[in-house]
């Protein structure tokens, strides 16, 4: 087997889950240009409003995607809010595993 092919095997494998959450994600980071019939039903209300709203879109353009959503006012945004926390909970989560097992895997190779 080339190394190509164990690495095209290996991405395929660590990234599959994306796969199901593709609308997920694309909410989350390109939400002014995603259309409102693409997402969840419990969302479209305040995505419709986010999007209306000329100053939040200039606000996204400005800030850092989870900056963005931290600055949305909690009482007319709070799913908007939940969904980016949900996005930005599973990358962090992910990144601290994934050090987590290369740290696992730096001990447990022998020294020399």
Same mark, same amino acid.
């Given at each position: 087997? $080339?190394?190509?092919?164990?690495?095209?095997?290996?991405?395929?494998?660590?990234?599959?889950? !994306?796969?199901?959450? /593709? =609308?997920?994600? =694309?909410? !989350?980071?390109?939400? !002014? $240009?995603?259309?409102?019939?693409?997402? /969840?039903?419990?969302?479209?209300?305040?995505?419709? /409003?986010?999007?209306? =709203?000329?100053?939040?879109?200039?606000?996204?353009?400005?800030?850092?995607?989870?900056?963005?959503?931290?600055?949305?006012? #909690?009482?007319?945004?709070?799913?908007?809010?939940?969904?980016? =926390?949900?996005?930005? $909970?599973?990358?962090?989560?992910?990144?601290?595993? /994934?050090?987590? !097992?290369?740290?696992?895997?730096?001990? #447990? #190779?022998?020294?020399?």
């Amino acid at each position: 087997m $080339s190394v190509i092919t164990i690495l095209m095997t290996e991405f395929s494998q660590r990234f599959q889950d !994306f796969a199901a959450i /593709e =609308k997920d994600i =694309k909410v !989350f980071s390109t939400s !002014f $240009s995603t259309h409102v019939e693409e997402v /969840e039903e419990s969302i479209q209300l305040e995505m419709i /409003e986010m999007q209306c =709203k000329g100053s939040l879109q200039s606000r996204h353009q400005l800030l850092s995607i989870p900056e963005f959503y931290w600055s949305l006012e #909690k009482s007319r945004f709070c799913l908007m809010r939940r969904h980016a =926390k949900r996005m930005m $909970s599973l990358f962090g989560s992910m990144y601290i595993c /994934e050090q987590t !097992f290369s740290l696992i895997t730096l001990n #447990k #190779k022998p020294r020399t």
